[in-house]
């Protein structure tokens, strides 16, 4: 059909016509109304924006000589993140001489990974970023 009378054909029936892919020889066309279909389509974006989680970064510091019910507050808030769906970074600092013995650093952190075995799990092995040692932990998809 030529372009003018699909024209015709559009304004008669009081709606507008659309090409939906105009680099297809010859052209693809389509009568609708094309108001009502911006409509729908914003209506579905904003439900689908309103559904979506956005995953925040949260971050538990401990010291090397943490007490253990300090531990485990500081692990009991690292679960309620991992339950929520939050990516959680846990990281040591190192003061002073406790730069020496990275290694209880390193003990400490496996302890605070495997208590949040259950919840999430480190896809990389911790890191030293300058003063402090840091691990990423992400959220176990919920069953």
């Known amino acids: 059909m030529s372009a003018r009378a699909a024209q015709k054909l559009a304004n008669d029936e009081g709606l507008d016509l659309v090409k939906i892919a105009p680099q297809a020889?010859?052209?693809v066309c389509r009568i609708m109304d094309y108001g009502k279909y911006r409509y729908e389509q914003a209506k579905r974006e904003?439900?689908?924006r309103?559904?979506?989680k956005v995953v925040e970064l949260k971050?538990?510091?401990m010291s090397l000589n943490i007490d253990t019910h300090d531990f485990e507050t500081k692990l009991?808030?690292?679960i309620k993140f991992l339950k929520s769906g939050d990516k959680v970074k846990v990281s040591v600092?190192?003061?002073g001489r406790e730069m020496q013995h990275t290694e209880l650093g390193q003990d400490l952190l496996s302890r605070f990974i495997d208590g949040c075995s259950e919840?999430?799990?480190s896809d990389k092995p911790a890191k030293m970023e300058g003063r402090s040692l840091a691990v990423v932990l992400t959220a176990k998809a919920a069953k």
């Open 25 to 27: 020889v010859p052209p």
């Open 59 to 61: 971050e538990v510091r």
């Open 50 to 52: 309103k559904n979506q």
């Open 119 to 121: 919840y999430g799990a």
């Open 76 to 78: 009991n808030n690292a």
């Open 46 to 48: 904003k439900e689908a």
């Open 93 to 95: 600092r190192f003061r």
